[in-house]
């Protein structure tokens, strides 16, 4: 089994910045990619961003160019360096994996913009 954890979730003003960071521990034997997912109240949840384990990488059109996201393989971590943050930016952010094709997700962290 994989356990994936969140943190860097707080509060922001519109404007700002926030760095996320999703730590990977358990039985992980290889990977192909990782990604961060939102979920905005009331909204289904959304992929925000993925990368690849050879360093490919895919945005929503609604953060990018804003949003950055990277890995360190050795670490087991992927990180969300998110700029410019805007109201509707705010959600819960979840990070996700595929190992040994099953999925798994992190518990969430929450990210407020708000003045």
């Known amino acids: 089994q994989v356990q994936l954890v969140e943190s860097g979730g707080g509060l922001v003003q519109p404007g700002g910045s926030l760095k996320l960071s999703c730590a990977a521990s358990?039985?992980?034997?290889?990977?192909?990619?990782m990604d961060w997912y939102r979920q905005a109240p009331g909204k289904q949840r959304e992929l925000v961003a993925r990368?690849?384990?050879?360093?490919?990488?895919n945005y929503a059109d609604s953060v990018k160019d804003r949003f950055t996201i990277s890995r360190d393989n050795a670490k087991n971590t992927v990180s969300l360096q998110m700029n410019s943050l805007k109201i509707e930016d705010t959600a819960v952010y979840y990070c996700?994996?595929?190992?040994?094709?099953?999925?798994?997700w992190g518990q969430g962290t929450q990210v407020t913009v708000a003045s």
């Open positions: 996700h994996t595929v190992s040994q094709r099953r999925d798994y």
């Open positions: 358990g039985s992980i034997f290889s990977w192909n990619a």
């Open positions: 990368i690849t384990s050879g360093g490919n990488t």
